[in-house]
């Protein structure tokens, strides 16, 4: 009678495949079978009994992967890592949803992607990223494995949790990990824009990290933050000593001018990070962002020592209305004049008159190198300053 029941239970285990042992897969299933019994009282608010249930189904789905990702080995490879993952989701019954599917009726409990990466130039890293709904966006995790004597570990986790607004979530979120320097080094850059279910003026934030003590504790870089119209997108890109991200925000200097192109742009040097060139994707944009700065940082772009600091002034002063005149491209290239009107913000609407700037660029670099009220000749033309070069 023993040999019999050990007999089956062998058969049992040879013929069963191993995804439908996958207790994390059912595990997950059953979190987000309780994440679509939450009902959705306020747009933006999450509910309380969703709360603890995001956080579980995160950890659920990365604990879920590193399973995989070592029963794979040391030679793991991304793509049959999420292979063998998507399996073990669809054998606890779990599909991924796109927007079509779940838009009709946004509730919580569904996961929107699953991505598996593995760094160019970087055979001993493995990035896991994963987005689940949360009503009207997703919120993303990412987590950096290094494999390890044969064993692959978490080295860094990106994730939020306990959010009581879904605003509090990593939605619409970019990463890129760098190549390796000289020494091995790398970091991880992510970019993100926070959730909200209207309006398209939000904030994307970004981020450069290097691991550090724990996961959760990496060293932080770099951390930064701006406005964005994000209908426009945003793109990252990282090299093995800088990264640069572009994104579509406001025109101060102009309010008609509804957006234009904005550049972060750092070099990674350690620990350390510092912006450089160029500071906007078009002159027109270079101007407005001069404008705006502390004079001690404007002063290192302006190429004359004397009106400069007084027109900066006037530039960016909230308490006067400014419009473009032209932005005129000169002769040769490389070199844009920029006419600006400047009036008093009252009843009065005072006309002061026009700042006309000579910019140049060298290499990535805009520089103002004229800056008055007279037009220099050689530059003619008046042509309207909308969009970017």
């Given at each position: 009678?023993?040999?019999r029941?050990?007999?089956?239970?062998l058969?049992?285990?040879?013929?069963?495949?191993?995804?439908?042992?996958?207790?994390?897969?059912?595990?997950?299933?059953?979190?987000?079978?309780?994440?679509?019994?939450v009902?959705?009282?306020?747009?933006?608010?999450?509910?309380?009994?969703?709360?603890?249930?995001?956080?579980?189904?995160?950890?659920d789905?990365?604990?879920?992967?590193?399973?995989?990702?070592?029963?794979?080995?040391?030679?793991?490879?991304?793509?049959?890592?999420?292979?063998?993952?998507?399996?073990?989701?669809?054998?606890?019954?779990?599909?991924?949803?796109?927007?079509?599917?779940?838009?009709?009726?946004?509730?919580?409990?569904?996961?929107?992607?699953?991505?598996?990466?593995?760094?160019?130039?970087?055979?001993?890293?493995?990035?896991?990223r994963?987005?689940?709904?949360?009503?009207?966006?997703?919120?993303?995790?990412?987590?950096?494995?290094?494999?390890?004597?044969?064993?692959?570990?978490?080295?860094?986790a990106?994730?939020?949790?306990?959010?009581?607004?879904?605003?509090?979530?990593?939605?619409?979120?970019?990463?890129?990990?760098?190549?390796?320097?000289?020494?091995?080094?790398?970091?991880?850059?992510?970019?993100?824009?926070?959730?909200?279910?209207?309006?398209?003026?939000?904030?994307?934030?970004f981020?450069?990290?290097?691991?550090?003590?724990?996961?959760?504790?990496?060293?932080?870089?770099?951390?930064?933050?701006?406005?964005?119209?994000?209908?426009?997108?945003?793109?990252?890109?990282?090299?093995?000593?800088?990264?640069?991200?572009?994104?579509?925000?406001?025109?101060?200097?102009?309010?008609?001018?509804?957006?234009?192109?904005?550049?972060?742009?750092?070099?990674?040097?350690?620990?350390?990070?510092?912006?450089?060139?160029?500071?906007?994707?078009?002159?027109?944009?270079?101007?407005?962002?001069?404008?705006?700065?502390?004079?001690?940082?404007?002063?290192?772009?302006?190429?004359?020592?004397?009106?400069?600091?007084?027109?900066?002034?006037?530039?960016?002063?909230?308490?006067?209305?400014?419009?473009?005149?032209?932005?005129?491209?000169?002769?040769?290239?490389?070199?844009?004049?920029?006419?600006?009107?400047v009036?008093?913000?009252?009843?009065?609407?005072?006309?002061?008159?026009?700042?006309?700037?000579?910019?140049?660029?060298e290499?990535?670099?805009?520089?103002?190198?004229?800056?008055?009220?007279?037009?220099?000749?050689?530059?003619?033309?008046?042509?309207?300053?909308?969009?970017?070069?």
């Amino acid at each position: 009678m023993i040999l019999r029941v050990f007999f089956y239970l062998l058969i049992f285990c040879i013929v069963v495949p191993a995804p439908a042992f996958s207790q994390q897969a059912y595990n997950i299933a059953d979190t987000l079978q309780q994440l679509r019994q939450v009902e959705i009282e306020e747009d933006n608010e999450v509910p309380a009994a969703a709360i603890p249930l995001l956080t579980r189904l995160k950890h659920d789905l990365v604990a879920l992967f590193q399973q995989v990702l070592n029963e794979g080995g040391p030679g793991a490879q991304a793509s049959a890592a999420q292979e063998e993952l998507l399996r073990r989701l669809q054998a606890a019954n779990i599909q991924l949803k796109d927007w079509d599917d779940w838009i009709a009726r946004p509730i919580y409990g569904f996961i929107h992607q699953l991505d598996v990466t593995q760094p160019s130039g970087h055979p001993d890293l493995m990035v896991f990223r994963s987005a689940i709904f949360i009503q009207c966006d997703d919120d993303s995790s990412i987590y950096v494995f290094q494999k390890r004597k044969g064993h692959w570990d978490m080295v860094i986790a990106v994730e939020s949790n306990g959010y009581k607004q879904i605003s509090g979530g990593l939605g619409e979120l970019l990463y890129q990990v760098s190549p390796p320097d000289a020494d091995g080094r790398w970091f991880l850059v992510y970019a993100y824009v926070n959730p909200w279910c209207t309006s398209n003026w939000q904030t994307i934030y970004f981020r450069v990290l290097r691991p550090g003590a724990t996961p959760k504790k990496p060293v932080v870089v770099l951390s930064r933050k701006e406005e964005i119209f994000r209908e426009a997108g945003a793109t990252l890109e990282a090299a093995r000593d800088s990264f640069r991200l572009d994104f579509d925000a406001g025109q101060e200097l102009d309010a008609g001018v509804l957006i234009r192109t904005h550049v972060a742009r750092y070099r990674i040097a350690g620990n350390r990070a510092t912006r450089i060139p160029p500071l906007a994707g078009s002159a027109a944009g270079f101007l407005d962002e001069w404008s705006h700065m502390p004079w001690r940082k404007a002063a290192r772009w302006s190429r004359i020592p004397k009106f400069p600091r007084a027109g900066h002034h006037m530039l960016g002063s909230t308490s006067l209305y400014h419009e473009f005149d032209f932005d005129q491209p000169c002769p040769g290239g490389n070199k844009w004049q920029i006419g600006v009107k400047v009036s008093k913000l009252d009843k009065s609407d005072l006309m002061l008159g026009t700042l006309i700037a000579t910019v140049v660029k060298e290499g990535e670099s805009y520089f103002i190198t004229q800056l008055g009220h007279k037009r220099p000749d050689g530059c003619p033309g008046n042509r309207q300053a909308w969009g970017d070069e």
